[in-house]
């Protein structure tokens, strides 16, 4: 089984591909996007990508690409531990840092210590924190990467400071996407649906009160703008599968009555490694 994952190596997603049984080969791409196409063209068989950290919140090409752009569906969740670490070059051993690369959601797990530490420094965004270890290795600037430790080790660089992230319960769950339809699966831990309504008062109450009715559990709901709609919004929202599968297949199917827009994104195992 190939499986994508966001690389190069070194990066939190493929900590999470390592936690999947049964792979036969790993396959870096450089953005989320790719990844996720991956499946969509028979690349790989499976991609794994962030879908929400528990510091920044969703991540939303890998939302939007689920909702919009493919037809994939979720086999599984990883949750992971983050540990964020500012990473020199041998440039920055003996001076001040004058630049900092990590993935976005990297620099924003450490706002504050960065904030504080290197309130001079210049942060700049790449496509992963593995991204910073290749760009700072090659670079004769004092600089910086936050990201694994195994970045250092990767690129022979020198670890600064461990555990910068401000959150010290900071993880992110990593989503397992394939072709293969799990909407049947209705005795998993997690069900994930995105959905619209009609543009009238009420409407979303109207919804929410479904899963009142028979008693299913919301977890998540967060809005994303409709494509090509302004003003108009598709909720993705995770539920609890602690209700008999009867129950859960009749709501969903009032759910979807309902809504101008609805798709199932599957029914799925949690996997904590917290």
Not at 8 to 19: D, I, M, N, S, W
Not at 28 to 47: A, R
Request: proline share 4%.
């Amino acid at each position: 089984m190939k499986v994508g994952y966001l690389g190069p190596r070194g990066t939190f997603t493929e900590q999470a591909v390592l936690k999947i049984s049964d792979i036969s080969e790993t396959i870096p791409f450089k953005t989320i996007w790719e990844v996720i196409n991956s499946v969509n063209i028979g690349k790989t068989d499976k991609c794994v990508v962030p879908i929400e950290n528990s510091t920044e919140g969703c991540i939303n090409i890998t939302v939007d690409s689920m909702i919009f752009d493919t037809d994939l569906f979720i086999q599984g969740q990883i949750n992971l531990p983050i540990e964020q670490n500012m990473i020199i070059n041998k440039a920055a051993e003996n001076n001040e840092i004058k630049k900092i690369f990590s993935h976005p959601q990297g620099l924003a797990q450490c706002r504050q210590f960065l904030q504080k530490n290197y309130p001079n420094a210049e942060t700049i965004n790449v496509n992963s924190t593995a991204d910073g270890g290749k760009i700072i290795k090659s670079s004769n600037e004092p600089c910086a990467a936050i990201g694994l430790c195994s970045i250092a080790e990767l690129y022979d660089l020198k670890i600064l400071h461990k555990g910068i992230q401000d959150n010290n319960q900071n993880f992110t769950q990593f989503a397992v996407l394939s072709k293969n339809d799990t909407t049947k699966s209705l005795d998993s831990q997690k069900i994930s649906i995105a959905f619209s309504t009609n543009n009238s008062p009420g409407m979303l109450c109207k919804i929410l009160n479904l899963f009142e009715i028979w008693n299913l559990n919301m977890t998540k709901i967060i809005s994303r703008p409709m494509r090509n709609k302004s003003g108009e919004y598709v909720f993705f929202a995770d539920l609890e599968t602690n209700n008999s599968p009867v129950d859960i297949k009749n709501c969903l199917s009032m759910v979807k009555r309902k809504t101008s827009f609805f798709k199932n994104l599957g029914s799925y195992p949690v996997y904590d490694y917290r």
